[in-house]
């Protein structure tokens, strides 16, 4: 079956600073990419995804590029708040969402 | 709309027993999706129902089972509990676009 690794588990950095989290995938025909954020005690929200045939996809702060290729896709938060301080899970399907493979997360920590 | 919503918010049950969890999907929205996430094994998919059909079930062995009833309401059956089965316990309907708050279940 479908396998994701995320990467860094954790992410330090200072506000107003860019931070990048990283994803692989193992199975070729996964084509459904969404990114969640979950703050402590809360549900996850998705906040953004992609699709298999598309490259990059924006929205305000947040980016989303997929290499399918090499079988990787990433998460780019720009001029990050403290605000913006959460877990993040990156996850894969092969179809629309109705079956993720997770990541482990990302513990991102935005200091003020 | 209302969101998705789940219940009990909390259970606390002992080795052996059974639990029943419950999700309402936003309405109008007929697939629902479970997920259990542990803080060892993270998040990780149970099941999907669409139309009162179970489409996709994840690698979970038969104690756990789940319906879906005509008003796209779903439970979850979890039956002679384990420790490990302590989590928290996510609905998502809209083909997981939107999770409910979640069910906490501790094993004792």
């Known amino acids: 079956g479908e396998n994701v690794e995320q990467h860094p588990s954790t992410l330090s950095v200072q506000e107003g600073d860019s931070a990048v989290i990283k994803c692989t995938y193992s199975?070729?025909?996964?084509?459904?990419f969404p990114w969640y954020k979950q703050e402590l005690g809360k549900r996850p929200q998705l906040i953004i995804d992609?699709?298999?045939?598309?490259g990059e996809k924006k929205d305000q702060r947040i980016a989303v590029t997929l290499n399918k290729t090499a079988k990787h896709f990433s998460l780019h938060i720009t001029e990050t708040q403290p605000e913006d301080s959460a877990v993040y899970f990156c996850?894969?399907?092969?179809?629309?969402?109705?079956?993720?493979?997770f990541g482990g997360g990302t513990r991102l920590m935005v200091k003020p | 709309k209302a969101g998705v919503t789940q219940t009990p918010r909390y259970l606390i049950k002992t080795r052996g027993q059974q639990v029943t969890l419950s999700c309402s999907p936003i309405?109008?929205?007929?697939?629902v999706s479970w997920y259990q996430q542990t803080p060892g094994q993270g998040l990780q998919f149970l099941f999907e129902?669409?139309?009162?059909?179970?489409?996709n079930k994840g690698n979970f062995p038969g104690r756990f089972s789940g319906r879906q009833f005509s008003n796209s309401r779903s439970e979850m059956n979890v039956s002679t509990l384990e420790l490990g089965d302590s989590a928290l316990y996510l609905c998502?309907?809209?083909?997981?676009?939107?999770f409910g708050p979640g069910t906490r279940l501790t094993v004792l």
């Open positions: 998502a309907s809209s083909l997981s676009r939107y």
């Open positions: 199975d070729s025909a996964s084509n459904y």
């Open positions: 992609i699709r298999s045939n598309v």
């Open positions: 996850a894969a399907s092969m179809g629309a969402g109705n079956m993720l493979t």
């Open positions: 309405s109008g929205h007929r697939s």
């Open positions: 129902y669409f139309s009162e059909t179970q489409r």
